[in-house]
């Protein structure tokens, strides 16, 4: 079975600031990829940033980074010069491998506030 | 824009009724997925379809079924419904079964059981 825990259920953080939004997951797949969405108060579902096990370099997507350390099962956001609509819900995801194993398994979320 | 449409965006009815959700996907992909959020559970997975067959099943209750039809596009039933199914119900969907990287999803059907 997969899992993943978001330990920080709300974080601040001051525009043009940086902040890294926690993400550990435990899962026995070898290969398996992790996702991070942003949702904000509208309700849609935006996808960020994707890595996969494999990927020997942190994925990057503009001001997004994922700090992936597999050792550690950490696979952390990293918002750049943090802005006013980035004040939004922040879900960690996991896919498997094999099988049917492609459903993402979700954590419970960040809720992220960003202050002028 | 993910390219997935949902409609409706929400639904209001009563305790056991039945609805439909629908959902498109994006162009090209054959895989759709559906997922419940609630207070309560989070982001659950239902169940997903691969080009017209079901291809894995999560934790879809019994009075909820769903299917994909040739055109691709998906349907989610839900009957008897309770008020613990209120909820909000994304669909998404990824280029094939095996698509290790993206999965888009639609704006969602808020539903709200009375």
């Known amino acids: 079975a997969q899992k993943i825990t978001q330990t920080q259920p709300g974080m601040f953080v001051q525009e043009k600031e940086a902040v890294t939004l926690d993400c550990t997951y435990d899962t026995s797949d070898q290969s398996y990829g992790l996702f991070w969405y942003k949702q904000p108060s509208s309700g849609e579902m935006i996808f960020l940033i994707y890595q996969g096990s494999y990927d020997e370099q942190n994925a990057t997507e503009g001001r997004y980074s994922l700090n992936f350390q597999k050792a550690r099962k950490s696979a952390n956001l990293v918002i750049s010069a943090s802005q006013l609509g980035d004040s939004a819900m922040y879900f960690c995801a996991m896919r498997g491998s094999g099988g049917s194993n492609y459903k993402l398994t979700f954590g419970k979320g960040t809720l992220l506030t960003v202050n002028p | ?114």
């Open chain 2, 1 to 114: 824009d993910s390219g997935v449409t949902q409609t409706p965006k929400h639904l209001i009815t009563a305790t056991g009724q039945r609805v439909t959700l629908r959902c498109s996907p994006r162009s090209g992909d054959l895989s759709v997925y559906w997922y419940q959020q609630s207070l309560d559970q989070g982001l659950q997975f239902l169940i997903q379809y691969y080009n017209g067959e079901e291809r894995a099943k999560g934790n879809i209750l019994e009075r909820f079924s769903a299917q994909q039809f040739p055109d691709l596009h998906s349907e989610l039933n839900l009957s008897s419904l309770e008020l613990g199914d209120s909820a909000l119900y994304f669909c998404a969907s990824s280029v094939r079964a095996t698509s290790y990287n993206e999965q888009f999803f639609g704006p969602g059907t808020r539903l709200t059981v009375l």
